[in-house]
């Protein structure tokens, strides 16, 4: 199985600040990578999919970069809306696997 | 407008059977990739099973021989039927459309919670 290895877990930050967010995959997935926020008692939500490509409607302030084993979803200008938890999930194969989590909460 | 409604949720002792339902509009059921994945309580994101529009199904370890998804095509419906339920599967269940034939979760139904206990 590809274990997904997200960092940090836990992200304080201040609106208007520049958030990064890593994914490490166990192994070389390609770009086979996307991005959910979830909010709480929320169902998640597609953000990015093969690493780099913004979901319809999702704002440009979100970015995913990266390939093979090593990601990264960056918020350039954190907005209210945005304190969340957010999951990397591969797409490689099977069984398909999520990342633990980052909550990004308010300094 | 996609929109997916799971039901069927509820508490049920260990051992027991449940039938989760994710009833879908704006798109045809039996033409798309779909896939349930769950939630235990405060904890993150477990894929559990994905159907193929051609009818190919997968399952993860942690439920395989337990649980079939399937389709009613009738009721524009998917079906995840779950025996032998244990504490642990314990967990809001969400149904999801995959993203043109990947293995992406684009579309998320708001989520049905499965409490197994005695």
């Known amino acids: ?4 290895t997200q960092s940090p877990s836990f992200v304080s930050a201040s609106v ?10 166990s192994q070389g997935i390609a770009r086979w990578l996307a ?4 909010k709480p008692g929320k169902a998640p939500k597609l953000l990015i999919y093969t690493a780099s490509t913004l979901q319809s409607g999702v704002p440009s302030r979100f970015s995913g970069s990266g390939s093979g084993t090593d990601f ?16 990397c999930q591969q797409a490689n194969s099977f069984p398909l696997t999520f990342g633990g989590g980052t909550k990004v909460e308010i300094k | 407008e996609v929109q997916l409604v799971e039901s069927g949720g509820g508490l049920v002792q260990p051992g027991g059977s449940l039938r989760l339902s994710c009833a879908a509009s704006g798109f045809t059921v039996s033409s798309t990739y779909m896939g349930w994945v769950r939630q235990a309580p405060g904890r993150g994101l477990e ?5 193929y529009s051609g ?8 439920v395989k021989g337990r649980i079939t998804i399937s389709r009613d095509n009738s009721k524009n419906t998917l079906i995840l039927q779950m025996n032998s339920l244990r504490v642990e599967d314990t967990a809001v269940y969400y149904c999801a459309t995959m993203y043109s034939s990947s293995w992406f979760f684009d579309y998320w ?10």
Do not use: H, K
């Not at chain 1, 199985?1 to 997904?4: A, F, K, R, S, Y």
């Not at chain 1, 991005?35 to 979830?38: P, S």
């Not at chain 2, 009818?55 to 942690?62: C, E, L, M, Q, V």
């Not at chain 2, 139904?109 to 005695?118: E, F, R």
């Open chain 1, 16 to 25: 208007g600040d520049r958030v990064t967010i890593t994914c490490q995959a």
């Open chain 1, 1 to 4: 199985d590809i274990q997904m």
């Open chain 2, 47 to 51: 894929w559990v099973s994905v159907i």
């Open chain 2, 55 to 62: 009818g190919n199904t997968y399952f993860a370890d942690s």
């Open chain 1, 35 to 38: 991005w959910y926020q979830q």
């Open chain 2, 109 to 118: 139904g708001q989520g049905t919670l499965v409490t197994v206990s005695s």
């Open chain 1, 72 to 87: 990264t979803l960056t918020i350039s200008s954190l907005q209210p809306e945005d304190f969340a938890t957010y999951y």
